[in-house]
């Protein structure tokens, strides 16, 4: 399957500052990616999809100004926490889509995730 | 209302025993996808298997397998031969082939532990 990368694995800040995070598909250029979030013992949540060349599509709830959504090549996209608090803290993942065998159906394959924790 | 359903919270499964780890959907769009995930505790989500509604066949990959029945709504995923590495928690997802951004639903998830 596809390998898509996420860096770092794991942050620790201070509330205030900004983190970035990367994803990278390593094998495939990505045009569609997804960023979500995770809580522990609880389902992915979608926070937004982001496309290659233009502006992220973000979920209702989502803050644009607080999760920059960057997809500015094929193969990266990044997403900044901005001004980050404690409730920021959280397991952030990403997917980029990926089609199956056949092309015509895809699925979407994940990075390892980033851990955060906003002291 | 959910639009992905996984009623199982918790499973437990005898080392090399199948398990059968339920999931429920619901959609207007006769065109779409089901898919399971697993996360070991490690966080990564691995790709299993795919699940189209046109398809006239059950998916399956090596010990996995996909029981599809369409008019009950249900994609529930078998592993035959547990292994102890099957520990993990699995989800099940869709994505409706009208919705634009081929955005995936994911369900609450299911906290599988294979036992020795």
């Known amino acids: 399957g596809a390998v898509v990368s996420q860096h770092p694995s794991r942050v620790i800040c201070k509330s205030g500052t900004s983190v970035k995070i990367e994803c990278r598909s390593l094998?495939?250029?990505?045009?569609?990616m997804f960023w979500y979030r995770q809580f522990p013992k609880q389902s992915l949540m979608l926070m937004a999809t982001?496309?290659?060349?233009?502006?992220?599509?973000?979920e209702q709830g989502v803050e644009k100004d607080k999760f920059l959504i960057n997809h500015a090549s094929l193969t990266l996209s990044t997403l900044t926490v901005t001004s980050a608090h404690p409730e920021d803290s959280s397991f952030y993942i990403c997917s980029a889509r990926y089609p199956l065998a056949g092309g015509t159906q895809e699925t979407q394959y994940f990075g390892p995730g980033t851990r955060l924790l906003v002291l | 209302a959910q639009k992905i359903t996984q009623t199982q919270p918790g499973m437990f499964v005898q080392e090399k025993e199948a398990v059968t780890l339920d999931c429920t959907y619901d959609?207007?769009?006769?065109?779409?996808?089901l898919f399971w995930y697993k996360q070991p505790s490690s966080g990564e989500m691995i790709f299993l298997i795919y699940q189209g509604s046109y398809d006239q066949q059950n998916a399956t990959e090596g010990r996995y397998s996909l029981n599809f029945q369409k008019a009950r709504k249900s994609a529930n995923l078998v592993i035959s031969a547990s292994q102890l590495g099957d520990s993990a928690m699995y989800f099940c997802?869709?994505?409706?082939?009208?919705?634009?951004?081929?955005?995936?639903?994911f369900g609450q998830g299911t906290e599988l532990s294979v036992k020795p």
């Open positions: 094998d495939f250029q990505a045009t569609t």
């Open positions: 959609t207007s769009d006769p065109s779409y996808g």
């Open positions: 997802a869709m994505r409706e082939n009208y919705n634009q951004g081929g955005k995936l639903i």
């Open positions: 982001s496309n290659e060349g233009s502006k992220a599509t973000y």
